[in-house]
């Protein structure tokens, strides 16, 4: 993410684009999502397997008739983990591979999941669009035609069934992002606890962001305490631009300083500077989070430090016209001496400096 240049906005859509979650359309793209809609066209011509979970009747009580029809396709030797085509909506041409234990991830149905996994279902076979896992889906947004809406300590309570039957919590999908990853972008504390119990990296990036930093960045507060209380999490990762969770938290999607707070009581650097040498102050300049500027200012900032374009605090909040934080800075400055918007003799020596050095 960069949060100094803006493209955090953008980075926020593109987790939910990442996501394979609600769509209106009916494109191919959404293949297995698209599988949740028992209305689909050429259901009949999907395999036996994925017809009897479509046609599985979810007002059924009876648990043993309700899964009578699934039960007759396994015990005429079809295996839980056969592959199967997956229809185009229109042309009916295969698109995709999907396993049945996908797809009942993809309904939602929790007798079906444990039925077909009572039934040696693989727990890490992906389908073939997105090479998302059942723990993938599960971690996910609900989707498009989905029957029936799963509660959060269902996902958590499934998502452990699958560990507990072999089910790796560190794969990567197609677009490099880990059940962690939706799980956090999705607010889920409790499969996101399932999963570091599971030994889910809690460091892995995706597009530079690691679950710490979506968390904090979304105020997740429950998610960046649970992530914090583990050994295993770098509070002080940096991406790929020398980002860390503080600086993301310090671009909030909402101007809360808990999430700030937290990170800062877990030994976050105050004072860390990405790549190009921005602050996390500079970045709360530049997204106007008056709230998240005074607490970092309260926890020891240098609003004084400068970036690669030679630029402070109080130059980002002025640059932006975001006249409560540059009022923030300016007192922050004048306190120690320093007055606002103008370069101190060691900033000015090292322009000289450089002026020379041009010259020769």
Not at 40 to 46: A, E, G, S, T
Not at 256 to 262: F, G, H, I, K
Request: glycine share 6%.
């Amino acid at each position: 993410m960069c949060y100094i240049c803006g493209h955090g906005e953008q980075r926020s859509s593109r987790h939910k684009e990442s996501s394979h979650g609600p769509k209106d359309s009916k494109s191919s793209s959404s293949a297995a999502a698209g599988t949740a809609n028992q209305d689909r066209p050429f259901k009949d011509k999907h395999h036996p397997l994925l017809i009897a979970i479509w046609n599985t009747d979810r007002t059924q009580t009876d648990t043993n008739e309700k899964l009578k029809g699934i039960r007759d396709v396994l015990r005429k030797g079809t295996s839980a983990s056969v592959q199967c085509e997956i229809l185009h909506e229109q042309t009916g041409v295969p698109i995709a591979q999907v396993s049945p234990l996908i797809i009942a991830c993809f309904e939602g149905d929790l007798d079906i999941i444990r039925f077909l996994i009572d039934n040696n279902a693989d727990p890490n076979q992906t389908e073939s669009e997105h090479h998302l896992t059942p723990i993938h889906v599960l971690c996910d947004a609900e989707y498009h035609g989905q029957s029936l809406r799963v509660c959060q300590k269902d996902r958590a309570d499934l998502i452990r069934l699958l560990v507990k039957n072999g089910a790796q919590v560190n794969h990567l999908d197609r677009s490099s992002m880990a059940a962690i990853h939706k799980a956090v972008i999705h607010d889920r504390p409790d499969c996101v606890d399932v999963l570091m119990d599971a030994h889910a990296d809690p460091n892995v990036a995706f597009m530079g962001d690691t679950p710490l930093s979506i968390a904090a960045r979304h105020n997740r507060r429950k998610i960046v305490q649970s992530l914090l209380n583990r050994k295993e999490t770098n509070v002080n990762h940096r991406n790929d631009q020398g980002g860390t969770a503080l600086h993301f938290a310090s671009a909030g999607i909402v101007d809360s300083p808990e999430c700030v707070e937290l990170l800062l009581s877990h030994g976050a650097k105050v004072n860390v500077q990405d790549l190009k040498n921005n602050t996390p102050t500079m970045v709360a300049c530049f997204f106007n989070k008056p709230r998240i500027l005074q607490t970092l200012i309260k926890a020891g900032a240098d609003v004084a430090l400068r970036n690669n374009e030679g630029k402070d605090a109080y130059d980002v909040a002025t640059e932006k016209e975001f006249d409560e934080c540059k009022e923030i800075v300016a007192r922050a400055l004048e306190k120690r001496g320093i007055k606002p918007g103008k370069k101190d003799t060691t900033d000015k020596l090292a322009d000289d400096v450089d002026k020379l050095k041009l010259k020769r």
